[in-house]
Structures are given as C-alpha cells and as structure tokens.
C-alpha cells in the first residue's frame, strides 16, 4: 500500500519561506521516484520538482529553480521541499507525488505520477 503524507504549509508573506514534508510508506522509498506538484484554482497541474531515489539527481521547473529545494531524508523515509523567496504565484495546493518518472529528466513529468498524498496549501501574500 502506498501511501505519502505532505505537512508543513501555511501562509506566509512574498519573500518567505516555507519548509514541506513528505512521509512515505517503507514500499516506495528508495525505489520510486519522489517529486511535487502543485495546482493553483483554475490552473493545471505543475510538476515543480523531483528526485531520483538512486543518484539523488533533482529536477527543477523553471518557475522554482534558484529557489526551491528538494531533497530527502532517508532515515526518515522522507522528501523535503525547502522553498524560499516564495511568491504569490506559488500559492497552490502542493501535493507529494511518487513513480518512476526520473527517467525522463523532467520536473514536469511529476504531473503524470500514479501515487498522490492528499496535499497541503501553501499561500503566498
């Protein structure tokens, strides 16, 4: 059973920062790809980052990169996304995501994953 668990977001003002969580099942771990995406209303999906469970490459969109951060914590079976410099067009809902889209090389292919977590807001004023 897969499962990923997202905390960590709130509200902050343009130029903060945020740190999100994911915790995921023992199952995927270390063998599927992890990322986030985020969707704002009335926007399509966003893949904003990745990371490769083997190499720890990372993948960036362009809208986040030289801000955001993805990395993981593998005694805690978790992924983080440091983001800083946050703006008002990153307030979305971010949802961790994982499956085996590191291949592609692209942030972007996190939008197509099969495993979702439920999400937490993150809003930018």
């Known amino acids: 059973d897969v499962q990923l668990v997202e905390s960590g977001g709130g509200s902050v003002q343009a130029g903060g920062s945020l740190r999100l969580s994911c915790a995921s099942s023992g199952s995927i771990y270390g063998t599927l790809c992890m990322g986030w995406v985020r969707q704002a209303p009335g926007k399509e999906r966003e893949g904003v980052a990745a990371?490769?469970?083997?190499?720890?490459?990372?993948y960036y969109g362009d809208s986040v990169k030289g801000r955001f951060t993805i990395s993981q914590d593998n005694a805690k079976n978790t992924v983080v996304l440091q983001m800083n410099n946050l703006k008002p067009e990153d307030t979305a809902m971010y949802y961790c995501?994982?499956?085996?889209?590191?291949?592609?090389?692209?942030?972007?292919?996190?939008?197509?994953?099969?495993?979702w977590g439920k999400g937490t807001q993150v809003t930018v004023s």
């Open positions: 990371i490769s469970p083997g190499s720890g490459r990372r």
């Open positions: 995501a994982a499956d085996r889209f590191c291949a592609y090389g692209l942030a972007s292919k996190v939008a197509d994953s099969r495993y």
